[in-house]
């Protein structure tokens, strides 16, 4: 059973940083797709970020390019996503999300960006 736990969200000023973590068991990570979405209110869930498990190679939003960065520590299975500069339209649940022959999802971490 693939278990997913997002952590690292909170309350942040705008322009300040944070770091999520999401740390995967039940599967090896370096082996599956892994990406961060996110999601607030009355609106779909988008994709934020992710990276490929066969060349690391990675992808973004537009609109958090060269603000966010998405990373995997394979020692320790756990998928990062380094947020600078942070926007308040940046404020959504995160979410991290593998693909290991079924599609897993974490329960999500709260991110708040005041003005």
């Known amino acids: 059973q693939v278990q997913l736990v997002e952590s690292g969200g909170g309350l942040v000023q705008a322009g300040g940083s944070l770091r999520l973590s999401c740390v995967v068991s039940?599967?090896?990570?370096?082996?599956?797709?892994m990406s961060w979405y996110r999601q607030v209110p009355g609106k779909q869930r988008e994709l934020v970020a992710r990276?490929?498990?066969?060349?690391?190679?990675?992808n973004y939003d537009d609109s958090v390019k060269g603000r966010f960065t998405i990373s995997r520590d394979n020692a320790k299975n756990t998928l990062y996503l380094q947020m600078n500069s942070l926007k308040p339209e940046d404020t959504a649940v995160y979410y991290c999300?593998?693909?290991?022959?079924?599609?897993?999802w974490g329960r999500g971490t709260q991110v708040t960006v005041s003005s």
């Open positions: 999300r593998a693909v290991s022959g079924y599609v897993y």
């Open positions: 039940g599967t090896i990570l370096s082996i599956i797709p």
């Open positions: 990276i490929s498990s066969s060349d690391g190679s990675t």
